[in-house]
Nanobody, 127 residues
Framework: EEQLVESGGGSVQAGGSLRLTCAAS?????????RAWFRQAPGKEREGIVF????????SYADSVKGRFTVSSDNAKNTMYLQMNSLEPEDTAVYFC???????????????????WGQGTQVTVSS
């Protein structure tokens, strides 16, 4: 069974950092999978914040996190990471990783594009 499991969330003060981890099981994070990070703040729709192309792994960041968040992958460990720096109260949300099979090496930015989702990890940033 294909699964994604996020970890690393927590509570930090504004300006702090966290690193989220997304571990895959039941399938391999390889060139045939595109991956992404989404988040959902209370009362808001789920928002895509980082998108990775399948073949070259090139990331694309939403303006809201550009320059502060960095995505990386360790395919040998079947794991993706999200380093979040300079956190702001507006970053408070449940963070999800997502994946889908893709052979086109393009970006997929919509929630409905993805087939596999983790359960989410809570990030709370206090001012």
């Amino acid at each position: 069974e294909e699964q994604l499991v996020e970890s690393g969330g927590g509570s930090v003060q504004a300006g702090g950092s966290l690193r989220l981890t997304c571990a895959a099981s039941g399938f391999r994070f390889d060139d045939d999978y595109t991956r992404a990070w989404f988040r959902q703040a209370p009362g808001k729709e789920r928002e895509g914040i980082v998108f990775l192309r399948s073949h070259d792994g090139k990331p694309s960041y939403a303006d809201s996190v550009k320059g502060r968040f960095t995505v990386s992958s360790d395919n040998a460990k079947n794991t993706m990471y999200l380093q979040m720096n300079s956190l702001e109260p507006e970053d408070t949300a449940v963070y999800f990783c997502a994946a889908r099979i893709d052979f086109s090496n393009r970006y997929f930015t919509q929630e409905y594009d993805y087939d596999y989702w983790g359960q989410g990890t809570q990030v709370t940033v206090s001012s």
